[in-house]
């Protein structure tokens, strides 16, 4: 898979924005991890969550790269429950 499979469609305008930025973080990396985890996930987020997300869209990708594998923990007023969930969440495609 190389890009969004989910449509912008019935989506308000912040969770597009969101959706958009999660697949163009700048390292295809982060593009995969973050946009396969928006693509099922941006729906259903509740405000505490996007705001969240927002927050985490505003860390430099090594850093929440390294944050996401474990190898650094991110300040608690950007991470939190939803970074556990994107952590949690399969990255590998599931036909493969």
Do not use: Q
Not at 51 to 79: C, F, M, Q, S, W
């Amino acid at each position: 898979m190389t890009g969004t499979t989910r449509s912008s469609s019935g989506l308000d305008d912040r969770r597009k924005r969101l959706l958009f930025r999660c697949w163009h973080r700048g390292t295809r990396e982060m593009d995969l991890i973050l946009g396969r985890f928006a693509d099922a996930e941006i729906g259903n987020l509740s405000e505490p969550e996007l705001i969240e997300l927002e927050r985490l869209l505003e860390v430099n990708d090594p850093d929440l790269y390294a944050a996401i594998t474990g190898d650094k923990v991110l300040p608690a007023d950007v991470a939190g429950a939803l970074l556990a969930r994107i952590k949690a969440y399969p990255i590998a495609d599931r036909d493969a």
